[in-house]
Structures are given as C-alpha cells and as structure tokens.
Nanobody, 124 residues
C-alpha cells in the first residue's frame, strides 16, 4: 500500500505561481505512475498531469499545458506540480494519485491510491 500526502496549497493571486508537492510513503516508488487531478466546486474530478515511472514522460490537460510542470524526485519519493500564471479557473482541490501500471492514463478510476487533497484558491 502507498500513502500519499499533498502539500503546498493555499490562496494565491491571479497570475501568481504555486508549487504543490505529493509525498509517497513507499521509497523508491518507481513502480508507480503518478498523477495530479483536481476538482472544482460543482465539477467532476478532472485530470491535470501525469508523470511516468521513470520520470521521463509527462502529459498535461490542455487547460494547463504551458503553465504547469510535473516532476518527480525518486530519491525523496515526491511528485511536484509547479503552476504559473494561475487563473481563477484553477481554483480547486488538487489530489495526488498513483497507479501500479506503467500506462499514463487520465481516467480517475484507473488510479489505485489517492491523497486527501490540498485546496488551491486563486483570487481574481
């Protein structure tokens, strides 16, 4: 089993930057594909970004591409989500997720482990 804990959320101004971090209990965790999802009020949980087991492959949803970078530190068992040029529409609870398979999927029901989430609020 893997426990995931997100951190770094908070209130930021539009146009600002924010770095979210996800800490995994398993070290190393190279056997897990890691992803970030988010859920805004009244919306379904949606895919944001995913990173491969090796850390060499990434994928982003169109709404954040160019403003977001996902990365992982194998030694520290952490996955970060660096966001810039934040918009009010980025306001959501952000969740870290992990799956044991190598496929870089975007569907939430394909992930086995989830963190509790961290709130990101962007003021306009």
């Amino acid at each position: 089993q893997v426990q995931l804990v997100e951190s770094g959320g908070g209130l930021v101004q539009a146009g600002g930057s924010l770095r979210l971090s996800c800490a995994a209990s398993e070290r190393p965790y190279s056997m897990y594909t890691m992803a970030w999802f988010r859920q805004a009020p009244g919306k379904e949980r949606e895919f944001v970004a995913v990173i491969s087991r090796s850390g060499t492959g990434t994928k982003y949803t169109d709404s954040v591409k160019g403003r977001c970078t996902i990365s992982r530190d194998i030694g520290k068992s952490t996955v970060d989500l660096q966001m810039s040029n934040l918009k009010a529409e980025d306001t959501a609870i952000y969740y870290c997720a992990a799956r044991s398979g190598a496929a870089m999927t975007t569907a939430r029901d394909t992930y086995d482990y989830w963190g509790r989430g961290t709130q990101v609020t962007v003021s306009s």
